[in-house]
């Protein structure tokens, strides 16, 4: 048994709706094995739910017209999907309006309560949690009905029934206790061997029947959380890239799909800005050993890359991919009184945890002269003028002497379980930087040696990427 994840992207319209199911079609004709699917919102539909909570707690009427554009998406949607071939125009409108009746339920219960929301002026993360979730709710019920017209067995299946989770809205934390026994429970007593399953990814609920959210690249979740609850051979993401791929095409001309990636390597290049999976999504997989699959919708007939325990087939021995974070600043504590002081590290990311600054990299020269922190740049000018009080004493007596905040920069990390005790990677990596006169400001590399972190100027970023791919994956660093 499988189960396969389908993002906004594959499931945005009518046109991805069919596409989509039509993969579903050929998968049934070829393969015995049985699967489930967990389908994303349209793209887009998020993002405006939560545009129009926002409109309506403002006290703006205009988010009635937003729902309105909502409803009309479904509509069309349904226009051109409940039209099959073999159908005469009478069945064809039968068939139709009872879907376009169960979405007019959905958005009436919408109205409802965003209307609610306007009344107190008041949006709540749980009332935006709940308003969130009918992105979810409409597509896979449009989705599941859409499959039975065409005959293929199909259950939707509300995630809320069997995903149990806290009470933090916005990012809500699974009992995976509670849940591997409810999906097991709920698969067994109510999905017919052969029926596939259609279930909304992202939303879950509490033990109360409150409506939660598991935060953003959250159907990746869900997905990953069915498939260790059910026992899944694999969990296949389909989503519009072929793969995993060695460096962003966008900016690297011959950046190939990855076929196999570790698990490690694959948290490794999430973390520092490759698009593949969120770390936390991978978890419950990762757990259980499922290997997972990023797939393409859009070119179905491709491998795609497998992430799993097994080791990484690189074109080069030791790097894997290349992985970018961009936009950041670098926080800069300087001070020779800091030489042997006990604390004040803590003291600086304790303050760096108050005002909510995620720290991607930290990089301390041996002489203690300086600590240096990478953020977001959006949290750097808080983050300096939060450690400016705390550090105020540190300050008047000059055990700090500064606290610099550099803008416009970029994280670029190389990747790759084979650098472990791999003489000569760094060489290569700043020869290659070194060659196109590219300045590095801070290096970071962590103890496992399967990255090393480098933070350049923002102008640089093509530069450096293109260098750092041609001097290892391109015909001078192939081997």
Request: glycine content about 10%.
């Amino acid at each position: 048994m499988k189960i396969l994840k389908f993002g906004g992207t594959s499931v945005k319209d009518a046109q991805r709706i069919r596409h989509m199911v039509d993969i579903l079609i050929r998968r049934k004709e070829e393969s015995k094995d049985e699967f489930h699917i967990v389908c994303s919102a349209m793209k887009g539909i998020t993002d405006g739910l939560i545009e129009l909570a926002m409109i309506a707690e403002s006290g703006d009427t205009s988010y009635k017209e937003r729902i309105d554009g909502i409803w009309t998406r479904q509509e069309e949607a349904v226009a051109e999907l409940f039209a099959p071939e073999g159908l005469d125009d009478r069945a064809a409108d039968r068939l139709g309006n009872q879907v376009l009746n169960g979405l007019a339920s959905l958005v009436n219960e919408l109205r409802e309560i965003t209307h609610g929301i306007f009344l107190v002026r008041e949006c709540s993360p749980r009332s935006l949690d709940l308003v969130m979730s009918f992105g979810e709710r409409m597509n896979n019920y449009l989705i599941a009905q859409y499959m039975l017209s065409l005959g293929l067995p199909s259950l939707f299946i509300d995630a809320r029934k069997v995903v149990r989770t806290n009470a933090s809205h916005g990012r809500a934390e699974v009992d995976f206790a509670i849940t591997n026994s409810l999906v097991r429970e709920f698969f067994s007593d109510s999905v017919s061997p052969g029926t596939i399953g259609v279930v909304t990814g992202f939303i879950a609920s509490t033990e109360r029947g409150i409506t939660t959210t598991l935060g953003r690249n959250g159907s990746d979740y869900t997905a990953s959380i069915l498939g260790a609850a059910l026992g899944a051979r694999d969990i296949e993401i389909w989503t519009d890239v072929d793969g995993v791929l060695e460096a962003d095409p966008r900016v690297v001309e011959g950046a190939k799909v990855i076929a196999d990636l570790s698990i490690d390597e694959a948290m490794e290049m999430s973390y520092f800005g490759a698009e593949v999976l969120h770390p936390s999504t991978m978890l419950p997989a990762v757990e259980t050993n499922i290997p997972i699959w990023i797939k393409n919708t859009m070119n179905p007939q491709v491998r795609g890359t497998r992430i799993s325990r097994q080791k990484s087939t690189s074109r080069h021995a030791a790097v894997t991919g290349i992985a970018s974070i961009p936009r950041v600043a670098m926080v800069n504590i300087i001070g020779g009184g800091m030489l042997g002081s006990k604390g004040l590290a803590g003291k600086i990311f304790s303050t760096l945890g108050k005002c909510d600054a995620n720290i991607i990299m930290i990089s301390q020269a041996s002489s203690e002269h300086s600590i240096c922190v990478v953020i977001r740049q959006e949290e750097a000018d808080l983050a300096q003028r939060v450690l400016r009080t705390e550090l105020d004493h540190e300050l008047r007596v000059k055990q700090v002497q500064d606290i610099e905040v550099t803008p416009d920069l970029e994280v670029v990390s190389i990747i790759g379980g084979g650098m472990r005790g791999t003489p000569g990677v760094s060489g290569k990596l700043f020869y290659s930087l070194g060659n196109q006169g590219i300045n590095v400001i801070a290096i970071a590399q962590g103890s496992s040696e399967m990255n090393i972190s480098l933070v350049i100027h923002s102008r640089d970023h093509a530069k450096a990427l293109q260098a750092i791919h041609q001097g290892f994956f391109g015909q001078e660093g192939d081997e």
